[in-house]
């Protein structure tokens, strides 16, 4: 069992920039490729960003692809979603998530998932 630990988010103004972070404490995260979904009011959770075990290899949604950064940090079991250039569609809840899989954009292929955290972007 993993367990995934979320901080950051919260309240932001339009294209203002923020940073989530998604931590395995105990645990070695390295052994799974991590992602990043959002669920907004009334809608279905989507994908958003995912990443290798190594890193080398990143996927982006559409929506906010340029805009939005998946990193990690094998040192510190963490990974991190820097958002920039925020809008008020990105409001959302955001889950991380790890897969054993290379690396995944389908949510059934992630085995464990964090908490989630509230991101609000005022307009």
């Known amino acids: 069992q993993v367990q995934l630990v979320q901080s950051g988010g919260g309240l932001v103004q339009t294209g203002d920039p923020l940073r989530l972070s998604c931590a395995a404490p105990?645990?070695?995260?390295?052994?799974?490729?991590m992602g990043w979904s959002r669920q907004a009011p009334g809608k279905e959770r989507e994908f958003v960003v995912a990443?290798?075990?190594?890193?080398?290899?990143?996927t982006y949604a559409d929506s906010v692809l340029g805009r939005f950064t998946i990193s990690r940090d094998s040192a510190k079991n963490t990974v991190y979603l820097q958002m920039n250039s925020l809008k008020p569609e990105d409001t959302a809840v955001y889950y991380c998530?790890?897969?054993?899989?290379?690396?995944?954009?389908?949510?059934?292929?992630?085995?464990?998932w964090g908490q989630g955290t509230q991101v609000t972007v005022s307009s």
């Open positions: 998530a790890a897969t054993r899989r290379m690396i995944s954009t389908t949510e059934r292929e992630y085995e464990y």
């Open positions: 105990g645990r070695t995260c390295s052994s799974y490729a």
């Open positions: 990443i290798t075990r190594s890193g080398a290899g990143t």
